[in-house]
T-cell receptor, first 114, second 115 residues
Framework: DQQVKQNSPSLSVQEGRISILNCDYTNSMFDYFLWYKKYPAEGPTFLISISSIKDKNEDGRFTVFLNKSAKHLSLHIVPSQPGDSAVYFC?????????????FGKGTRLSVIA | KAGVTQTPRYLIKTRGQQVTLSCSPISGHRSVSWYQQTPGQGLQFLFE???????NKGNFPGRFSGRQFSNSRSEMNVSTLELGDSALYLC??????????????FGPGTRLTVT
């Protein structure tokens, strides 16, 4: 049973436009969510996170939105740049229990077209 | 600060053999987690070590094992390799202290191919 789902395996966006990557989760105990970006032949790189006490967190061009009632989060990238082309993973954790493992989605491959 | 390092970066083994992968965490980090990434499967958690003790374990068979040394360096071992073990094995480190959450920082991974 997949607790974190990224239903879009791939997404193509024009340079300068907004990229929206979506993630759904089923475990209501999750209270900390993260996005990682991964380039080929490299490990995932932490991008941005959000605690369940917030519904939005912004860092430069990246904004994560959390809708707890819908168990849904999204990552917005504005404006999208060719260097943003990578696989994006959504991850979740139950931080209240201490250092529990991250549960990852299967990833969405973003292609930003110049 | 140096990042997470993993050795070797690439490995080819034959079915039935065993393999040991190594991970050096970021200096000062005491938690090391291991993940397996296969095509289309995302990252699946193997286990986590903190202060030389296995603190969390994923749903993998006993052929997968690990350990952590006093300097926080960690190794994982896979015995009796199967073709399905071909994957990218990723190591991640974090401060690991209880009572809070810390982002994990990943190494570049070891690409294991089983033939």
């Amino acid at each position: 049973d997949q607790q974190v789902k990224q239903n879009s395996p791939s997404l193509s966006v024009q340079e300068g436009r907004i990229s929206i990557l979506n993630c759904d989760y089923t475990n209501s105990m999750f209270d900390y969510f993260l996005w990682y970006k991964k380039y080929p032949a490299e490990g995932p790189t932490f991008l941005i996170s959000i605690s369940s006490i917030k519904d939005k967190n912004e860092d430069g061009r990246f904004t994560v939105f959390l809708n707890k009632s819908a168990k849904h989060l999204s990552l917005h990238i504005v404006p999208s740049q060719p260097g943003d082309s990578a696989v994006y993973f959504c991850a979740a954790s139950v931080s209240r229990s201490g250092n529990t493992p991250l549960v990852f989605g299967k990833g969405t491959r973003l292609s930003v077209i110049a | 600060k140096a990042g997470v390092t993993q050795t070797p970066r690439y490995l080819i083994k034959t079915r039935g053999q065993q393999v040991t992968l190594s991970c050096s965490p970021i200096s000062g980090h005491r938690s090391v987690s291991w993940y397996q990434q296969t095509p289309g499967q995302g990252l699946q958690f193997l286990f986590e070590y903190f202060s030389e003790t296995q603190r969390n374990k994923g749903n993998f068979p006993g052929r997968f094992s690990g350990r952590q040394f006093s300097n926080s360096r960690s190794e994982m071992n896979v015995s009796t390799l199967e073709l399905g073990d071909s994957a990218l094995y990723l190591c991640a480190s974090s401060p690991g202290l209880a009572g809070g959450f810390y982002e994990q920082y990943f190494g570049p991974g070891t690409r294991l191919t089983v033939t």
